[in-house]
């Protein structure tokens, strides 16, 4: 599976952390041409349009960026960015007046990339002649909100425009060689697995052309009730199935498995803003699910802290995948220092770790231990030493 971190490393030599951005540029289908229902939108979309964490443009691109920056630098140190247009849609404005807004933005050294989240019913032939210009200064990445192609449920949410413009957009996307990332949203009311599958299986199919894959990229969500959204109303009237994280990671696990390869993952799951959020409350959980999921997609492998009883009866803590080896190495010189000096005798305890980073903090922990402390663990646990 690629992440966006790979991929960015990949493409552009370094990994890039976004900075998003509201335009407050609207959505046709919040009371614009398109609109359905009263114009109230998709049902799942909340009042800031899926861009609760941006910045607000102001028309000042220095002053915006810097404060996009400032709010993501306890997380990122490097020195470039990809500039997220997130809330609304990002197309639906005059084409001269996102040719200045864009240009201002692809035209300064920190940002590398520029993403556009926007409706294929926003898009024309001159947006298409924009956004191939651009591309040409710097990536453009253009993200789509699919979320389904099961019809019942492109009605159900209020998308307002069909599956064949999506088709249409992505294919003219492909064409000119722009990243195309599509939204996909699991577990919408009265999905099957098998219909989630469906959606999958066509963004992959779109992205496949005689045997070659388009640069295209993926972003699953969580299905998330939000306070103020319609979908809330009707939840709180009748709440609907929505599954556990478990349940969630296991058809996640499936629908990856019919992506080809090289159709980038750029998100596992919805992180939506906790003081909207209403069901499923483990999605607030940003950490656990981040775990959990990456976990359950990249196995970490098991590690063992071990502590051997050297021959002047001294402890020596440490980690290895297989410990008989690890032992051996010691034995012959080959391990750490110390026990070049202390004799190594006999291992009194292993104990198995998932992933090389908790197994280090666990020896460090251990190596915290008094003597008196590392001898009652000893004799309560029993002994691992992994496969050769
Ligand atoms: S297209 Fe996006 S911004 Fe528009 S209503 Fe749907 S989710 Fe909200």
Redesign the pocket.
Known sequence: MITTDGFCKKEYGEKLYRLSFNAHMG?P??GGPVAVSSGR??IF?SEG??GEFAVDITGDTDHDIKLAIDKVSKKFKGRHYIAYFQA??NTYAPVDELRKLYMDFVNRDEIAVLAIAT?PDCLDEDKYVLLEELNRIKPVWVEL?LQTVKPESVSYIRRGYDNEAYDRAVRRLYSMGIHTITHVILYLPGETKQDMLNTVRHIAKLAAVNGKYHSAGIKFSMLNVLKGTDLYDEYTKAPFYLPELEEYGDTLNECLNLLPENIVVHRLCSDPPKKLLVAPSWVADKKRVHNYLNELIDPPEDYYVYIIRCNDNTLYTGVARNVDKRFREHQNGRGAKYTRSHHPVEIVYTEKVRGKGRALKREYEIKQLSRSQKLDLIKKRKYETGAE
């Open positions: 959505c289908n919040r939108g998709c979309c349009g899926s609304y849609s409706r909100g």
